[in-house]
């Protein structure tokens, strides 16, 4: 199923020009990740600090804002470690481990919000990080890193980037929003149904494949 993290060669091929200057300037893969996650964290505890404050939702803002910085930061790590050698072991634990972090935090504000069921937005939380997690099984089976859809990581942050700036504006919600978060979980799972799937068929692909003698 299509996702926006096939646009992902179109955003790379705009940073590449950046990305060079951050490695000659000595910006490697595993600071830019940690950047991304510790930012990540900071944001998402600003807004539950300052929720019901003064500000009111203001703070949701920070959210489709930073979501975009976020997905650069995500691109421009991993153009650091394939283009320009930064590949690592802890690197690639960084990667996944970090990304997983990140969700979280930036999705648990939304908790604190009327609109949304604590419950519901803990699920989301727990079936995005499952759903990475068969993402990087598709390692372990013999097939590559799987990123399919329809709620891969660029999709969620585009759908909590659109939620936080609803919130953030202050418009009227809607009797819809409040299945938001239960249509997020349904469409979680066939995701991580669908990385299952398409690992399995990649394997059985691959050995299918007669090799030369």
């Known amino acids: 199923m299509p996702s926006i993290y096939d646009l992902k060669p179109r955003?790379?091929?705009?940073?590449?020009?950046?990305?060079?200057?951050?490695?000659?300037?000595?910006?490697?893969?595993n600071q830019v990740t940690l950047f991304a996650c510790i930012?990540?964290?900071?944001?998402?505890?600003?807004?539950?600090l300052t929720l019901d404050r003064h500000s009111g939702m203001?703070?949701?803002?920070?959210?489709?804002?930073?979501?975009?910085?976020?997905?650069?930061?995500n691109a421009i790590d991993g153009m650091l470690a394939?283009?320009?050698?930064?590949?690592?072991?802890?690197?690639?634990?960084?990667?996944?481990?970090?990304?997983?972090?990140?969700?979280?935090?930036?999705?648990?504000?939304f908790a604190m919000v009327s609109h949304f069921a604590i419950l519901w937005?803990?699920?989301t939380i727990w079936l995005a990080a499952v759903v990475?997690?068969?993402g990087v099984l598709g390692l372990m089976v013999g097939a590559s890193r799987r990123y399919d859809g329809p709620m891969g990581k660029s999709d969620r942050a585009f759908v909590f980037g659109v939620l936080g700036l609803v919130l953030a504006?202050?418009?009227?919600?809607?009797?819809?929003?409040?299945?938001?978060?239960?249509?997020?979980c349904a469409m979680l799972v066939v995701t991580a149904i669908n990385r299952?799937?398409?690992?399995?068929?990649?394997?059985?692909q691959s050995c299918s494949v007669p090799t030369k003698a």
């Open 11 to 29: 955003f790379q091929a705009v940073l590449r020009p950046l990305v060079g200057r951050l490695h000659t300037a000595g910006v490697t893969a």
């Open 39 to 48: 930012t990540s964290i900071a944001v998402g505890a600003y807004i539950c």
């Open 58 to 73: 203001l703070g949701f803002a920070l959210i489709p804002l930073w979501m975009l910085i976020r997905m650069g930061l």
């Open 82 to 109: 394939r283009e320009f050698g930064h590949k690592s072991k802890l690197g690639a634990y960084l990667n996944e481990l970090t990304d997983v972090v990140s969700d979280a935090a930036l999705y648990l504000p």
């Open 121 to 123: 937005v803990c699920a």
């Open 132 to 134: 990475e997690y068969a």
């Open 169 to 184: 504006l202050g418009l009227q919600p809607a009797p819809w929003l409040m299945w938001v978060m239960p249509a997020l």
């Open 196 to 204: 299952v799937r398409h690992g399995l068929a990649e394997v059985r």
